[in-house]
């Protein structure tokens, strides 16, 4: 399905997963690197020489690498890894890999004759001592895009967990009664949500996680009108739990009142509390890029769940920048009128003819019903 079809709508700002870039110019450079040996004045023994004690020096330094974070986790073998050293030692290096390569380059290098007067030994050594030296300046430590990469594919963020907590510990089990709800409402409050577009839950995410315990603190604008009926169930021992969501009143520049169901993303909460807490070690620039991945996996979620389709429309926005004290009502108005953007949402047919209604929820709506069995213009000056 389709973003508009699913409720949401991709924000600029979001960033989508890595691909494959780095692994395909790494083809690239090999090809080229191989090219320019092919043309190499030098012997081929040489070359090969050459290229088998690089590879050779490579592995060396995983291996002395592997071997020094080990020394470190030894000493937490009964609480990380179950009093297995051999689990320990896996954790730190692949060895059945890297050892293997090791050995069969090692071989390899023995084989072929020597243009060097050092020693095997003596090679060994400065290969161990090259990388050691860059292991102690910090110089072979990952980038901080590969470590986001290596975070992201493994879904180590904590925005991944806190997507799927919202996703499974909320949205799952109000967004399938949610339709329902609605329409016990409006038996309620003469039919106060009109438009069946607009019956989803409008979930607001701000990119800088600060949001208000009453929407109307953060435009004034914005006014509580009541409640849904509650949804209860029994939920991690607590018996009839119970779970509701606010209809708001949003008003245009007209002053026109514009109804939906609104409310923040609860688990942004968390990400904001953590920059705030110097003990979480969350800068402000993390608890960003933590938002934008939250507010792209819980889509992910979200488009693939048959259960929660057409109940919701993710709001991302980002006011930080903004001076306008009515940009948040102005955001959800526009939300609003891209779910309308069909001029006749339902078309049914009733006795003694055919019955439509238009919804617009930004522009007053008119129902015009006709005796004729002509159509007529729904235009109100019939010209």
Known sequence: MSHEENGSQPHSSIPRRR???AQHASYFFFALCALILCFTEYSPHHVAQC?????????????????????????????????KYLRALNACLDFRRHGLLLLLC?????????????????????????HLLAT????????????????????????????????????????PHFKNSITVFNECNNFLLKCKKTWKLHILIPLNCEMYENLGKADSRIQFINNLPEVTMDQAGIKRRSYKNSVYGVLD?????????????????????????????????????????????????????????????????????????????????RHLAQQDQ?????????????????????????LLISDSDQPLSLRSDSC
């Open 253 to 333: 520049e007209n002053q026109k009142m514009h109804c939906c169901v609104v409310e923040y993303a609860t688990p942004l909460q968390s990400l904001y509390a953590m920059s705030q807490d110097d003990s979480a070690a969350f800068s402000r620039q993390t608890r960003l890029e933590q938002a934008k991945l939250f507010c792209r996996t819980l889509e992910e979620i979200l488009e693939k769940s048959k259960e929660c389709s057409g109940c919701y429309q993710l709001i991302v926005y980002d006011d930080s920048g903004e001076n306008d004290k009515h940009f948040l009502s102005k955001e959800i108005l």
């Open 106 to 130: 090692w071989a390899a290098y023995s084989l072929l004759p020597k243009e060097s007067g050092l020693p095997s030994c003596l090679n060994l050594s400065l290969m161990c001592l090259c």
């Open 342 to 366: 069909e001029e006749y949402a339902m078309c049914e047919k009733e006795e003694g003819g055919i019955h439509t209604q238009r919804c617009m929820p930004l522009e007053e709506t008119e």
């Open 51 to 83: 290229l088998i004690t690089h590879f050779v020096a490579l592995q060396v330094g995983v291996l002395s690498k592997g071997i020094c974070t080990f020394t470190e986790e030894v000493h937490h073998v009964s609480a990380r890894y179950h009093g």
């Open 136 to 175: 102690i300046f910090g110089l072979q430590n990952p980038s901080a895009a590969e470590l986001s990469e290596i975070c992201e594919r493994n879904n180590l963020n904590v925005a991944y967990g806190l997507a799927w907590s919202y996703y499974i510990g909320y949205l799952k089990i109000i967004l």
């Open 19 to 21: 691909g494959n870039w």
